[in-house]
């Protein structure tokens, strides 16, 4: 199993990059894959055709609230990583015949919940051995990814835009993952679809981290977007999908 972590500032193509190297592993058969969806924003869904609601499912944050801060009883001879793990296979996790999704969600973000935070990341490490890869579309902030989620990653991708404060993100978010002691392997940094490429190998020096390529401007995938329709049925030429191919390539992913 491989967890690769995609961060960076908001807007930086984050949760496209995050479902395109979906399609890029459904297409290379590479299953079976799960999809976190760590942002409270929670767009990443819309981009993979996934409608929690009507599916009949719940964010992990609402399950946590359910099952310990309201519910609050205790259930005599269950751990709490038992129940939540129980709870998420049943209420949380969104199965499709391609890839298994679920959302972190945004209650209980406030304010410290020591037991919850530590059941969660017991109950995932315990569900996330069935797959093959986990993608984890994260917010900027690294330390509730580790407080609540995981703790050992094998890749972060940083997500760069044309901005100073994108350059700033990536010391930023590799001085935080240390600090937390989040074990991971490699820390990427790849263009964003707003990223001068010509800035590629500047960065790399600059910032210290391999540089991995440029994830294209696409109108098409902008459109998609916009009209709410699943990245996952993109043409296998859209611009932007072999992009981030090209990317898992270089890596031995594909
Ligand atoms: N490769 C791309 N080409 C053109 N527009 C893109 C591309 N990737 C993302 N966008 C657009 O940028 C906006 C933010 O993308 P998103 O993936 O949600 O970023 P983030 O998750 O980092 O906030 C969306 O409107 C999306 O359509
Ligand atoms: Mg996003």
Known sequence: MKTLVTVGRGGTGKSSFSALMAKAFIEAKQAPILLVDADPDQNLAEMLGVDLKEAGKSTIADLIVSTFIEGGGTTVGVAP???????????????????????????????????????????????????????????????????????????????????????????????????VDMKFQNFYIIGGYRFPPELGQEAETNLGFKYLGKIEADDELDQAVL????????????????????????????
Request: glycine share 4%; charged share 30%.
């Open 81 to 179: 990583a038992q129940r939540i793990e129980a709870r998420i296979w049943e209420k949380g996790l969104y199965e499709s015949a391609s890839f298994d999704f679920m959302a972190v969600g945004n209650k209980w973000i406030e304010g410290c919940y020591c037991m919850p935070n530590t059941a969660l990341k017991n109950a995932l490490e315990s569900l996330t051995k069935n797959y093959k890869y986990v993608i984890v579309d994260s917010p900027a902030g690294l330390e509730n990814l580790n407080r609540r989620i995981t703790s050992k990653v094998d890749d972060v991708f940083d997500i760069l835009d044309h901005s100073k404060k994108s350059q700033d993100h990536v010391k930023r978010a590799y001085r935080i993952a240390k600090e």
């Open 227 to 254: 009209d709410g329709e699943s990245l996952l049925d993109l043409p296998n030429d859209n611009k932007a999908y072999l992009s981030v191919k090209k990317i898992l390539e270089t890596l031995d992913y594909l």
